[in-house]
């Protein structure tokens, strides 16, 4: 007999435990690969492409660790640090010193489980309720916005978000950009957070936009957190130019994962040193340690200069190939009459499609793809934090990955235009 559940949840709990657009998501993905299998066209993930270039580096990798007399026993056997290993944090200081001129340490790194991690410590000890009843709120300048800040608040609303500005940029082509006329920082304001390039759509941010917004931080006196998952100098899925900034009063984020080690769980943070405190101390409380794998991997390739190299040579030409492919495979089968417009692919692993006008939503767009066995997002997942507009650019867009096998992205595009035709056409 199933007994009916009684214990009642804090405020922490209603937040986390009882589901969430990227966990609907992700179980959605793992229920249609039960049932369509091999079937099933996979457009709609995070998850790299296996270069084979990159798989051989683990490989190498991983047979001098298991040669080098210890160092698979302190890999796996010993905890390190909550901040993270001394000897990688000190080598990934020194690559953005040497790099950039930066002037860091191993004190203004820390590690983290993975980059996710990293942003709900900084977002819930920066944001959230103050002692004093106060709430403040992390400002996105721009969205569509990644999906996995959405619901990391450990308790109340977290996010306050801005439309964006619309650059037409060909006939079928458009921009987003930051409307700063509308970018209101009041004392409401803990942080602002962007991803560059951004997690749905590609877009990089320009240097002046990322400026800006930097002035703005320093004049408020609160920190511009950026996520730099697919940035440079790694792993440097960026194809416009683009400046990596920073200074004491920003937050950058690095991870391991989109070079291809997402398996370790490895996030970067890059701080003043009272942030790295910060993050260090919730790393001891809430998980005793970070993994070692992805350190230990990725150390000498840190200090040796060798993962600029693999990430120029043929990380970013991979994907940039990758992202052009897709492009020609949307001028293949969208008609010239069909309303669509793709966003300037300036970097990530996704196109962002826009059907201007579309009849249905891209919820139920979503759902038609799925029963034809392709999985793509809907777009209005990544529209939080504009409270109850109802702007209905939110739900006339898509997410689509470009990083599964050729055969199996273009066929996908060409049921994605297939039902949209029909959409209109009803």
């Not at 951004?198 to 002046?208: A, I, R």
């Not at 408020?220 to 960026?238: K, R, V």
């Not at 996030?267 to 794998?293: C, D, F, P, Q, Y």
């Not at 898509?398 to 599964?404: G, H, K």
């Amino acid at each position: 007999m199933l007994q009916i559940m009684s214990w009642e949840l804090s405020e922490f709990g209603r937040g986390l435990c009882i589901g969430s657009g990227i966990g609907e998501l992700m179980e959605d993905l793992g229920q249609a690969l039960a049932s369509g299998g091999d079937r099933m066209r996979m457009l709609g993930g995070g998850q790299p492409a296996h270069i084979p270039e990159i798989d051989e580096i683990w490989r190498r990798r991983m047979e001098e660790i298991m040669a080098e007399p210890g160092a698979l026993a302190r890999m796996l056997g010993d905890y390190e640090g909550p901040a993270g290993n001394e000897a990688f944090r000190t080598a990934v200081a020194g690559l953005f010193k040497c790099e950039f001129g930066w002037d860091l340490g191993p004190k203004n790194v820390a590690i983290t489980a993975g980059g996710q991690t990293a942003f709900f410590f900084l977002f819930n000890s920066l944001g959230g309720r103050f002692p004093d009843g106060r709430r403040k709120k992390i400002l996105l300048p721009l969205v569509p916005e990644y999906i996995g800040y959405a619901n990391q608040s450990a308790g109340g609303d977290l996010f306050r978000a801005v439309k964006p500005k619309f650059d037409l940029t060909g006939e079928h082509e458009f921009k987003y950009r930051v409307d700063f006329d509308n970018l209101v920082i009041d004392d409401d304001v803990a942080a602002i957070c962007v991803s560059r390039p951004t997690n749905p759509t590609g877009n990089v941010l320009t240097n002046n936009e990322i400026g800006q917004l930097a002035e703005l931080a320093a004049r408020h006196d609160i920190p511009l957190i950026i996520d730099n998952a697919y940035g440079a100098p790694f792993p440097n899925i960026i194809f416009t130019e683009a400046k990596p900034f920073w200074n004491e009063n920003i937050i950058l984020t690095q991870s391991l994962s989109k070079i291809g080690l997402p398996g370790t769980r490895t996030g970067i943070v890059i701080a003043r040193e009272e942030v790295i405190k910060w993050v260090s101390s919730m790393t001891s409380i809430v998980g005793l340690s970070n993994t070692n794998a992805g350190q230990t991997i990725m150390q000498p390739l840190v200090e040796s200069g060798e993962i600029l190299q693999v990430s120029d040579k043929v990380v970013q030409p991979f994907y940039r190939r990758k992202s052009e492919q897709a492009q020609g495979w949307v001028k293949e089968f969208f008609d010239d009459a069909l309303p669509y417009r793709l966003h300037r692919s300036e970097g990530a692993l996704f196109l962002w499609l826009w059907f201007e006008g579309m009849p249905i939503t891209s919820r139920e767009l979503y759902e038609r793809l799925k029963a034809r066995k392709v999985l793509v997002v809907p777009g209005n997942y990544f529209f939080y934090g504009l409270g109850d507009d109802d702007w209905g650019h939110r739900n006339e867009c898509l997410r689509i990955s470009f990083t599964m096998a050729e055969d199996v992205v273009r066929e996908g595009f060409r049921v994605i235009a297939e039902e949209v035709k029909k959409a209109y056409e009803e």
